[in-house]
Nanobody
Framework: HVQLVESGGGSVQAGGSLRLSCTAS??????MGWFRQAPGKEREGVAT????????RYADSVLGRFTISRDNAKNTVYLQMNSLKSEDTALYYC???????WGQGTQVTVS
């Protein structure tokens, strides 16, 4: 069983940065992703990464501002978020791309 734990959320002013982390043992073989859900909106994919970190993909809305990475030795996936905008405000989740495992979410608020 994989238990994903996100951290690093918080409140920041527009233009600021945050780095989210997602940690769990046993995730090195999984493709991973970050997703977000804003109040009243559907959950959307933000970024995904290959199991060994070779390939990444981003939603158009975050391309050039967010960077997904991973350190399999530390069982951790990261989401570096720069140039944050108010529309980035949401609950951010990490998950395995097969949908089997999801974290509890970490709140990001941009004002």
């Amino acid at each position: 069983h994989v238990q994903l734990v996100e951290s690093g959320g918080g409140s920041v002013q527009a233009g600021g940065s945050l780095r989210l982390s997602c940690t769990a043992s046993g995730i090195s073989s999984y493709f991973m992703g970050w997703f977000r859900q804003a109040p009243g909106k559907e959950r959307e994919g933000v970024a995904t990464i290959h199991s060994a970190g070779h390939y990444t993909r981003y939603a158009d809305s975050v391309l050039g501002r967010f960077t997904i990475s991973r350190d399999n030795a530390k069982n951790t996936v990261y989401l570096q978020m720069n140039s944050l905008k108010s529309e980035d405000t949401a609950l951010y989740y990490c998950a395995t791309l097969n949908g089997a495992y999801w974290g509890q979410g970490t709140q990001v608020t941009v004002s």
